[in-house]
């Protein structure tokens, strides 16, 4: 696999990382032959957030002895709250947290100290400076991060974050979908898409891939790496019912690493078969790779569909709302009776929900 320097920190990494959410609810032998077949395979990124004790002794036993051949982006922000991931701004909170993190992974140091998930102004300026800031950058200090780094799906904010020449690193969402906007003004200029658009929903779409090309743009000239997330948006990118002609993963893994200022594309993988289908970039030819086909047979428009990323929690009920939405979507596609069982494993169901709106909130 090809390496590209993670922007101005020097630091190597392979073209496609790894996002780990989905894969440590697996047994741990599973987890730790994925992960070194991943290794092999030239992934050397990995971006780990969840709070789960569990979650993290189980990725502690995958990368054991695997250490000096990966990069590891653990976050900054995060918490369990009645066992449920919960993010969080308290700096003990996050002090405890993340020793624990360095502790239960079985090392010293991340490579990049990831902010977590700030997408609201009021919580960048309570990120980025204060109490909070301070932690990251003594953390930093200590030696127990090489740089900072923040998560972000809001391309305003992570400007903001980018111009403070503290961020070196910028996890944000990037797919053919989130940036829709940009490909349904073929054939005219910005200002003239902008200047016929009377639907406030469209227009705003359009305002907001403005924003993201010109995020792109100043941080491939600062040197801020891009770390693109959500490169299949869940998988959604894939459906045939939602899209079709729907792109490939590879389409989508080329268009993530086209977009100026992108180091890595860092898709979810769970199983062995979704690891193979990402590895197969190694080898698509350039054919395989073409994306410019497909981006203006769609409006791309997601808006409203659940990515299951869980930030929504915690749900006061103990109810993973991210699984539970997961498998209903699923029951349309699936063996109705294996989703059935999967869905009696669950330690809380739906019916549970008492519409206190908590979730709604986030």
């Not at 009776?337 to 330690?347: H, I, V």
């Amino acid at each position: 696999m090809k390496q590209r320097t993670l922007g101005r920190t020097g630091i190597a990494v392979g073209e496609i990382g790894f996002g780990t959410e989905h894969v440590v609810h697996q047994d741990r032998r599973s987890v730790r032959e994925i992960i070194s077949k991943a290794i092999d395979g030239g992934i050397n990124y990995f971006d780990f957030f969840m709070p789960e004790r569990d979650s993290r002794d189980t990725m502690g036993y995958a990368w054991k002895d695997l250490r000096s051949r990966i990069v590891i982006a653990g976050h900054l922000g995060v918490s369990l709250s009645r066992g449920q991931y919960e993010r969080t701004r308290d700096p003990r909170v996050c002090r405890e947290d993340f020793h624990d993190l360095l502790r239960r992974l079985g090392t010293d140091y991340v490579d990049v100290l990831m902010l977590h998930y700030v997408d609201e102004p009021e919580d960048a300026r309570r990120v980025l400076s204060g109490e909070f800031m301070d932690l990251a950058l003594e953390l930093k200090h200590q030696g127990k991060a090489r740089c900072l780094g923040m998560s972000s799906h809001n391309p305003r904010v992570s400007r903001q974050a980018a111009e403070t020449g503290v961020i070196d690193v910028i996890m944000f969402s990037i797919n053919p979908a989130f940036d829709a906007a940009g490909h349904i003004s073929s054939g005219k200029t910005e200002e003239e898409v902008l200047g016929i658009q009377e639907d406030i929903r469209t227009r705003r779409r359009l305002e907001d891939a403005a924003d993201r090309r010109a995020f792109y743009r100043y941080c491939e000239d600062q040197q801020v790496a891009l770390v693109a997330m959500k490169p299949f948006a869940g998988g959604w990118l894939m459906n045939k019912k939602m899209f079709n002609p729907a792109p490939t993963s590879i389409q989508c893994l080329s268009y993530a690493l086209h977009q100026p200022g992108v180091a890595a594309a860092v898709p979810g993988i769970s199983t062995l078969a979704q690891l193979q289908d990402v590895l197969a970039w190694n080898t698509a030819s350039e054919r395989q790779r073409e994306y410019h086909g497909i981006l203006e047979k769609h409006s791309w428009d997601m808006a409203g569909t659940c990515l299951y990323c869980n930030h929504c929690l915690p749900c006061p009920e103990g109810i993973n709302i991210g699984e539970v939405i997961r498998l209903a979507d699923l029951a349309a596609v699936k063996d109705i009776k294996l989703l059935e069982e999967t869905y009696q494993d669950l330690k809380v169901g739906a019916s549970s929900c008492t519409a206190c709106g908590a979730c709604m909130k986030r």
